[in-house]
Structures are given as structure tokens and as C-alpha cells.
């Protein structure tokens, strides 16, 4: 079945820090990618997305790209601030209509 | 604005209850979600609707029921056989039908449910 490994946390940096969070998977077909973000309390929201190799996805100074050779879509920040601080998930979408979460990634920015 | 409005925010039910988690979109999506969130879990999927009047199951549907008479509302009824209920849920909608033609998912901000 579709799965979706990522790195796990709590990640703890200081501000201005370089960030990457790693995530691989595994999907039937031609899967779409997605990074979703979600603040202490509240739903996740899309962050960025790739839908076809190598694309980039960008969105808030967050890239990701989609490389199918390594089934990877590690998702960078060159300098994360302290309003950075959620946790970060990875889900390419499984074959019909499923999305498949990671266990994701919680990221905490200190001044 | 338009989203998706999850209600109630916290709840409360003592083991042997049905109890009925609201969800309300008036984004004009099509598809809907129920995810189950716990902590280093990830998101699990309970139920999805691509259609009014239609729903299918998720990874974890057993103890979870739903309905889907309106294309705005997919209420959750988290019945009594549901062995370890306490958990947050979310919904989400998106406008495609499926997934993989790379469409959003948008959340609401969740109902965390806790079983005494």
C-alpha cells in the first residue's frame, strides 16, 4: 500500500536557521505531492504542492521538489522565524481518492 | 468567508454514548473528509464523500458512521463500539472528486473529543 515516511521530531532550531524536514514514499501511479502545515490548535492548511516530477513547489520561503528517482519531497527553508513553529506534514495522494498523511513533523523555532 | 466550520470545538461523553460531530462547508466542493488525528499517528481516514448520497470508508471506519444528505454537511456519529474514541477529528472538502488529480484538501479546525 501507499506509505509516507518522514523524519521525526520535534526539530529544534534557532531563528535565521537553515531548515530541512525529509520525506520519502511509496504510491501507486503518478502521485501528486503536498506539504501541510498545522498550528498549535487549529486544522492543517495547504502549504505548498508538485504534481508532476520535477516541479518545484514554493510558497511562505518553503520549497519542495518532486524527485521521482529518489521518491522524495523534502521540503527546505533557507531562514525560518519563530511564527514557523507547527507541525509539518507530507502526503502524496494514493491511488483514487486518498491522501496518505505522514506522522508528521513538529518544528520548533527559538529566538 | 468561505471554509469549512467544524462544531463543537471540545466535547465531553461518558463511555456507552453516541455523539454527532458537525461539519459544514459552503465552498461548493464536492468531495468531503473525516480524518482522525493522534499523536504520532499522523492523519488516518475515517470516511470520505465524493457525492451527495454516496460515502465510502477510510483505513479506520469500524465504530464511526455517516450521512451525506446535503452536499454542504457530513456530519460524524462516533458510536458506542468505537473502542478508543478520545482523539481530535478533522474535516476537510476539496472541489475535485479524487485526490490524485492534485487537488486541495481544506480543514477545519478540528473537534477534539474526549470520552470520561
Known amino acids: 500500500g501507499d506509505s509516507v515516511t518522514q523524519m521525526e521530531g520535534p526539530v529544534t532550531l534557532s531563528e535565521e536557521a537553515f531548515l530541512t524536514i525529509n520525506c520519502t514514499y511509496t504510491a501507486t501511479g503518478y502521485p501528486s505531492l503536498f506539504w501541510y502545515v498545522q498550528y498549535p490548535g487549529e486544522g492543517l492548511q495547504l502549504l505548498l504542492k508538485?504534481?508532476?516530477?520535477?516541479d518545484k513547489g514554493s510558497n511562505k520561503g518553503f520549497e519542495a521538489t518532486y524527485r521521482k528517482e529518489t521518491t522524495s519531497f523534502h521540503l527546505e527553508k533557507g531562514s525560518v522565524q519563530v511564527s514557523d513553529s507547527a507541525v509539518y506534514f507530507c502526503a502524496p495522494t494514493g491511488g483514487g481518492n486518498k491522501l496518505t498523511f505522514g506522522t508528521g513533523t513538529q518544528l520548533k523555532v527559538e529566538l | 468567508d468561505g471554509g469549512i466550520t467544524q462544531s463543537p470545538k471540545y466535547l465531553f461523553r461518558k463511555e456507552g454514548q453516541n455523539v454527532t460531530l458537525s461539519c459544514e462547508q459552503n465552498l461548493n466542493h464536492d468531495a468531503m473528509y473525516w480524518y482522525r488525528q493522534d499523536p504520532g499517528q499522523g492523519l488516518r481516514l475515517i470516511y470520505y464523500s465524493q457525492i451527495v448520497n454516496d460515502f465510502q470508508k477510510g483505513d479506520i471506519a469500524e465504530g464511526y458512521s455517516v450521512s451525506r444528505e446535503k452536499k454542504e454537511s457530513f456530519p460524524l456519529t462516533v458510536t458506542s463500539a468505537q473502542k478508543n474514541p478520545t482523539a481530535f477529528y478533522l474535516c476537510?472538502?476539496?472541489?475535485?472528486?479524487?485526490?490524485?488529480?492534485?487537488?486541495?484538501?481544506?480543514f477545519g479546525e478540528g473537534s477534539r473529543l474526549t470520552v470520561l
Open positions: 476537510a472538502s476539496s472541489v475535485q472528486r479524487e485526490a490524485r488529480f492534485g487537488g486541495e484538501l481544506f
Open positions: 508538485a504534481t508532476k516530477a520535477d
